[in-house]
């Protein structure tokens, strides 16, 4: 079983950047691809990103390419999403999850694992 504990969230402009981290317990971290999606009030879980065990391979939702980053370190059983040029269209609760499988996928459906989430707010 692995825990995901997400953290870095807050309020900043339109323009701004975070940088949201997502700890693992356990040591088979480096085993599931992990992904990132965001969930707003009223609104259906998105996928944002993902990224294979060893980090080669990426995927972004077209709406954050060139401004979102996800990146992981084994060694420290964490995975990253960097976030640049926020616009307020990407306010929304964050949540990281772990993806056993054997390939990337972008349907929640292939997650087995979640953290609570973290809220991104961004003002206009």
């Known amino acids: 079983q692995v825990q995901l504990v997400e953290s870095g969230g807050g309020l900043v402009q339109a323009g701004g950047s975070l940088r949201l981290s997502c700890a693992a317990s356990g040591r088979t971290f480096s085993s599931y691809h992990m992904g990132w999606f965001r969930q707003a009030p009223g609104k259906e879980r998105e996928f944002v990103a993902t990224?294979?065990?060893?980090?080669?391979?990426?995927y972004y939702v077209d709406s954050v390419k060139g401004r979102f980053t996800i990146s992981r370190d084994n060694a420290k059983n964490t995975v990253y999403l960097q976030m640049n040029s926020l616009k307020p269209e990407d306010t929304a609760v964050y949540l990281c999850a772990a993806n056993s499988g054997l390939i990337v996928s972008v349907l929640p459906k292939r997650y087995n694992y979640w953290g609570q989430g973290t809220q991104v707010t961004v003002s206009s």
């Open positions: 990224i294979s065990r060893s980090g080669e391979i990426t």
